[in-house]
T-cell receptor
Framework: DSGVTQTPKHLITATGQRVTLRCSPRSGDLSVYWYQQSLDQGLQFLIHYYNGEERAKGNILERFSAQQFPDLHSELNLSSLELGDSALYFC?????????????FGPGTRLTVL | GQNIDQPTEMTATEGAIVQINCTYQTSGFNGLFWYQQHAGEAPTFLSYNVLDGLEEKGRFSSFLSRSKGYSYLLLKELQMKDSASYLCAVRDRNTGFQKLVFGTGTRLLVSP
């Protein structure tokens, strides 16, 4: 158990819908990262927040957005869902904003878009 | 951007040694990471290299050559529980100190 929690564990929805994935980092960690893992793409970095501020963006679609709240939990919002958005979404956390050796991954949310 | 290559799949026998290679291309190299991921589970950190050479941690070792853009993960005394995917990831100072770019992973199957 990494100490990072994610809800829900599984999510099944239809194309065109909007969902919100939630992540709580380890106690004391200020950075939160979101990753998407699909079968053909591997683990893809989406976005990084540090202490409430966006710090880095990967290939995150415009239909996706995220935020980190004052209590440091983070939410990833996915809208206008498409079949190709079906994937495992991982959240990870680390202590600081730069140079951390280890990121701690949560158990993931499996999203299925039908 | 970064380009990371690793073999898709490898097989080995319990008790043996296996080496998983990773090559990368990046302009502002700032660290190479290995993660282990069992099917359907979260990746877990194994090792970190930022300087050339070998880092040993129990049964697992990781090597880095920055001039060659090359790393390997060495697993000794293989156990059945080592069957998993092994992800090589690179950090580039030009794209953010905390952004990791992952390879597609090497699926290792350990047989009795």
């Amino acid at each position: 158990d990494s100490g990072v929690t994610q809800t829900p564990k599984h999510l099944i929805t239809a194309t065109g819908q909007r969902v919100t994935l939630r992540c709580s980092p380890r106690s004391g960690d200020l950075s939160v990262y979101w990753y998407q893992q699909s079968l053909d793409q591997g683990l893809q970095f989406l976005i990084h927040y540090y202490n409430g501020e966006e710090r880095a963006k990967g290939n995150i679609l415009e239909r996706f957005s995220a935020q980190q709240f004052p209590d440091l939990h983070s939410e990833l919002n996915l809208s206008s869902l498409e079949l190709g958005d079906s994937a495992l979404y991982f959240c990870a956390s680390s202590v600081s904003s730069g140079g951390d050796v280890e990121q701690f991954f949560g158990p993931g949310t499996r999203l299925t878009v039908l | 951007g970064q380009n990371i290559d690793q073999p898709t799949e490898m097989t080995a026998t319990e008790g043996a040694i296996v080496q998983i290679n990773c090559t990368y291309q990046t302009s502002g190299f700032n660290g190479l990471f290995w993660y282990q991921q069992h099917a359907g589970e979260a990746p877990t950190f194994l090792s970190y290299n930022v300087l050339d050479g070998l880092e040993e941690k129990g049964r697992f070792s990781s090597f880095l050559s920055r001039s060659k853009g090359y790393s390997y993960l060495l697993l000794k005394e293989l156990q059945m529980k080592d069957s998993a995917s092994y992800l090589c990831a690179v950090r580039d100072r030009n794209t953010g100190f905390q952004k990791l770019v992952f390879g597609t992973g090497t699926r290792l199957l350990v047989s009795p």
